[in-house]
């Protein structure tokens, strides 16, 4: 191109931008202002942005989580597991159930976050449920020892699920060497509650909840590992169990069940119920005729959460804030 031919190609280019400025300016000269207007903030409603949090996650082991409702992450020492925390805030202890799916155990830990708690996330996978000591033993221990660092965590509560009572048994037997935890935990939630010893059929139903096949190939592989594992893992759900029944921990309790759950068993949770309040521990109770395993919030929320703030009103704490339509980006 010539420097001529490149001259008129701008300056033709210059006409265009003027006409094309002009016509733009006279189609939205009628428009209101508003609907133009320019700002540096995201286009949400100021109603939004106020709910909108931001939660920090840190990996405390490969097996333990702390989330934190402040933007920067909690600073764990890897070693001791000790952790700096700007406030003391309650911690709520979250044992999870079997082959939890994140989205469902985010609808649990927003809830405390959302309403000034830190929470301890803590899997258990099946691998380490079949085999106690190189799997849900080691879970207790990073449990006992992150508590027993941490003693600025002076009102804990531990919210578990199904199988997860049989993790905090584990953590309750190692409990007579440090004898001022019990003393840390000031509450528990015990939701779907199920007993692992004769558990085989609630085990399989959770793992493979749609599936009969698989679910009875489970059960009986089960129920042959609980027969052949005698001593590396059957004796150790038993004295869970016992030590479950009657716990160091004597802090009040709330016992959310269902008579229609297919895994966890009405009548042997009554039974816990029952050799607790022979304890003089104080339980409360919820029941719900229909509710799935584990979906007693997913069904019943508005309930649910009335009876979760009615306990934690009964031993002095904070209580939750349902911000469900609200978005909460927080990461496990």
Request: glycine share 4%.
């Amino acid at each position: 191109m010539t420097g001529s031919s490149m001259r008129a190609a701008i300056s033709a280019g210059v006409k265009y931008q003027q006409h094309h400025v002009n016509i733009c300016g006279n189609i939205f000269a009628n428009v209101p202002k508003m609907a133009f207007t320019v700002s540096a903030r995201p286009c949400l409603a100021p109603n939004l942005l106020q709910n909108i949090r931001k939660f920090s996650s840190q990996a405390v082991t490969k097996n333990l989580h702390l989330m934190t409702p402040e933007d920067d992450k909690p600073k764990v020492d890897q070693k001791s597991l000790a952790v700096q925390i700007k406030n003391e805030r309650p911690l709520v202890v979250f044992l999870e159930w079997m082959a939890a799916h994140r989205n469902h155990v985010k609808k649990f830990t927003d809830l405390y976050l959302g309403s000034g708690y830190d929470v301890l996330v803590a899997p258990l996978k099946p691998s380490q449920l079949l085999f106690p000591t190189s799997g849900s033993q080691l879970v207790a221990e990073e449990l006992i020892r992150f508590l027993a660092v941490n003693p600025t965590y002076k009102r804990v509560v531990v919210h578990g699920f199904s199988v997860g009572g049989y993790l905090w048994g584990e953590v309750c037997l190692r409990m007579n060497a440090h004898p001022g935890l019990p003393n840390q935990v000031v509450g528990q939630v015990w939701d779907s509650l199920v007993d692992v010893v004769g558990a085989d059929h609630g085990i399989a139903a959770a793992i493979f909840p749609k599936n009969d096949v698989l679910k009875r190939v489970v059960q009986t592989f089960i129920q042959f590992h609980l027969w052949m594992f005698q001593n590396i893992a059957t004796k150790h759900y038993h004295a869970s169990s016992a030590c479950f029944h009657h716990p160091p921990v004597k802090a009040p309790a709330l016992v959310l069940t269902s008579r229609g759950d297919p895994i966890c068993s009405f009548k042997e949770m009554m039974e816990v119920v029952d050799c607790w309040r022979d304890d003089d521990m104080k339980v409360m109770v919820k029941t719900w005729e229909d509710s799935p395993h584990v979906g007693h919030l997913r069904k019943y929320r508005a309930e649910y959460i009335a009876e979760l703030n009615r306990f934690l009103e009964s031993i002095h704490l904070p209580v939750v804030h349902d911000k469900e339509k609200s978005t909460i980006p927080s990461k496990l």
